[in-house]
Structure formats: C-alpha cells, structure tokens
C-alpha cells in the first residue's frame, strides 16, 4: 500500500510580493520533496504581517503533513516569522539559552559586537528544537511540524539539508516522461482515454512552445512500476500512432 | 489619499509542484504590479484538482481586489480551470460561442482538424468576458474580479498586458533603494528606530551573502514624495554614520 506524506510551503517576504525579489526556493524544495517522496501540495507567499504569517501557518499546519517556511528570521525588524510562530502555537517567543550563546560565541571570535538585532536571531517559540544552518550560524527552529528556514537561497539549500533526513517519508511517485511532437489539441482525446483506462496514474500533459512550434511533454506519474509501465506504453503507442497518421 | 488596490495569484498545476515546471510567472506578475500601483498581496500555488482550485478562488476572490489565475486552461483532461472557475462562481461551464468560432476558423485556415480536445479551450462559465490570446487564439476568461489566463509564460504575458489597461490602479508604491555594505546585525537596530520615526513609509532590508561576505539592500517604499524623502535621507546618513565608525 502507498504511503502518502504531504507538505505546504510557506514563503514570507514583501520583497517577493513586489518582485523585488525572485523567488529561488519553491523550485529546489519541490525538487527534493519530489526525490524523497513527500508530496508537496500547497505553497503560499504572504507579505511580512503577523496577522497574514499567523493565518496562514494555522491553515497550513493542519492540513498537510509538514509546513515549511522560508524568510523572516533574520535579525531587523521586518523578521516577525518566529513571532508569529509562537503566535500561531499560544507560545512565547524567547531568547532561546543554546542559541543565545552559539551567536554570542560566534560573533566574539569574530570580534564583532552581539548586538541587539543579532540577539533578536536567538529568539524562537520556547522549546523549539533547532536546525542547524551551516552557513551563517543563527539557526532555523521547528514546532512540531513546522520547519521554520531562512530566505536566503543558499542557507535555505543547507538547512533543507538538515531537515531531510528527518522526515518521514512516502512511497516516492516515480514518473516516466514521453516527449511529442504534437501538441495537446492533437493529443488531448486519446490522452484523456489513457488517463481513463489507467486510474492509478496522473497523466499530465505540459505544452511547449517556442519560435512557432507547439510540443508536449507527457509525463506518466504512479506509485508502482506495475501502475506506471503499462501506461507509460499506452502514451508511447498513440504517439506512435500519431507519427504513422500525421 | 492614496488608494490601495489589491491583488492575489493563484497558479493551477501539478508541475510547479513537483518541480518538474519552475514558476516564472510570479516575478513577472510581481513587477508589473508594482509598476501599476497594485498591491501583490497573496500567491497560492494548488494542483490540478478541482476542489483545491475552487476553494482558492473562493477564498481569494472576495478578499483582494483582482484575482490572476495562471494554468489549467488548455485541451487536454488535466486542464480542469474552467470547470473549477464555473462551479466556484456557481455557472455553467459552456462552449462559448465567438471562443468556439475563433477557434474553429483558426484551425480550419490552418488546415488542422477542430478535435473535441480543442474545442474544450472554447469552453468557460457562461457570460464570461475573453482575455485576447494574440499568439495562439484560445482566449483566456475573466468573471467579475477573477482573471484566467494561460501557464505558459509567453502567453501568460501577452494575455497580461491585454489586462493591465483594464484595471483599475492605485497610488503606486514609491521606492528607494540604500546599498549598505554592512550586514543586518549591524544595522538592525538603527534600522527599526528609522521605521519607527517613519511609520508612512515600510522599511525592507535584505541580506545579501555571497563569498563569505555579508551586505544588505535596503529599500524604503512609501506612497508619496514626501513620506519617502525624509526616510531615505535617514537611512543614508544611518550607513555613512556606521561607514564612519568602522
């Protein structure tokens, strides 16, 4: 029997909204979620307000299996995530005593001063377990089955890193791609058929277009060999078909 | 009085998801938003199916002043946009008469057969207004505030920019931008003390890292001249004062 593990991601930041900046991380987490088989099913981007934040972790958390946030945690004061963590589990955000000293420590060997907006990156929800950022010292933390990371593409790479290995995780979907050259008007009734006849499996179709031309890439997803081959061969074969007729 | 209009995205699809896809069409929507004076304050990105899909449009319609939808408006079985769009707003899903003889012209100058698959890109809730589609045809819909429009970038934005002359904007978001070659620790609180004396302006700092090196953009944004100025100013004299004593 499959095992089904899902995810939603969270991304906070105003500078996403305004296209300030661009969003690198939805990508590489829906890449990984993929390759470890957790099924990442929702992502919301919400502006650096603690009624949005708070909102949405609530709705978020819930629902799927794992919540993962991005953005906000850092040391100025338009970083409210784990404020509005705490907020959203009815607990106090406090300095936390481990991270506290690792960020005093770190700063001292670089004769540098522990600041109060460098204090402010050792606050979380009181008893949060930390993730470690390789990077840039000043950790990510979890609350139950939220997994609160930095925006930072790079330390948001390496936190991810840490958190994998654990996740729990589902019967990973595997996926067999067949490359045509018609595109969906051509494709879209036999494919529906396919589709039909092979329930197990989501068919999807995803249309190409460049310099004039329209192509598809059918991808056939399941969670067995067994569902995805004959599918995967009842795709190839109307594109074969297709080739014979055109 | 500055006016505030509001936006929300929702993408529809499968592929963003599992990462096969990587999203472009955020920071695009993203920038020309903030370059109209509307105010991106949602993205939602669901799968193909179609209660997800309704319960977004729902939630997010009434909310933001516009809703933009991208993807799922296409020939084959897991374009399911229109359906969803209809029974989120309680109509019928139709063939729309001038959609379906566009489309059927189209291919027949083209000499390609009108299969059942495309007619389905005639297909949206009655009484829907079309989104002028100039590089393939198949129109995109708009119901009162919810505009639906294609995933595929090239023609996500030509549908756009069909839109944009038809919405209504507000008061555009003013910015400016201070390089500050010191990292958000040592900058937090000076910082948070200029947003505080600034409180008609939203004060946006962001970390840059790169080759061990840490240094920030911050961004001051404010609906009008004046509000900006004497922030900016602020903010400047802030980092040459550190520049000062470093």
């Known amino acids: 029997m499959a095992q089904i593990v899902t995810a939603a991601m969270l ?16 990508g590489h987490l829906a890449d990984v979620m993929t390759m470890i088989g957790v ?3 929702e992502v919301r981007i919400v502006p650096d307000e603690e009624d949005e934040i708070v909102a949405a972790i609530n709705a978020l958390r819930v ?10 945690i850092g040391p100025t004061h338009d970083d409210i995530t784990a404020d509005s963590v705490a907020k959203a589990f009815g607990l106090p955000c406090d ?3 481990r991270a506290y000293a690792m960020l005093e420590a770190n ?7 522990f600041s109060e907006a460098r204090k402010r990156m050792a606050r979380m929800p009181r008893g949060a377990a930390h993730i470690d950022n390789p990077i840039s010292t000043a950790p990510g933390f979890r609350v139950e089955n939220v997994h609160v990371m930095a925006g930072v593409p790079s330390i948001f790479q390496a936190m991810l ?13 595997l996926s067999a791609t067949v490359h045509c050259p018609f595109g969906e008007g051509t494709i879209g009734g036999p494919l529906a058929a396919i589709q039909k006849e092979h329930p197990d499996t989501v068919i999807g179709s995803y249309p190409k277009y460049a310099d004039g031309t329209y192509w598809t890439e059918l991808v056939v997803r399941a969670r067995s060999q067994e569902a995805l081959e004959p599918a995967r061969i009842a795709v190839e074969s109307m594109v074969a078909e297709l080739a014979k007729a055109a």
Do not use: Q
């Open 11 to 26: 991304i906070i930041g105003d500078e996403i909204l305004s296209g300030r900046t661009k969003d690198k991380n939805i």
């Open 161 to 173: 890193d840490n958190v994998v290995p654990t996740l729990r995780t589902g019967t990973k979907m």
């Open 39 to 41: 099924d990442l099913k």
């Open 63 to 72: 629902r799927y299996d794992y919540l993962f946030t991005t953005g906000g």
């Open 107 to 113: 700063y001292a060997a670089r004769g540098m001063e």
């Open 95 to 97: 300095y936390d005593d």
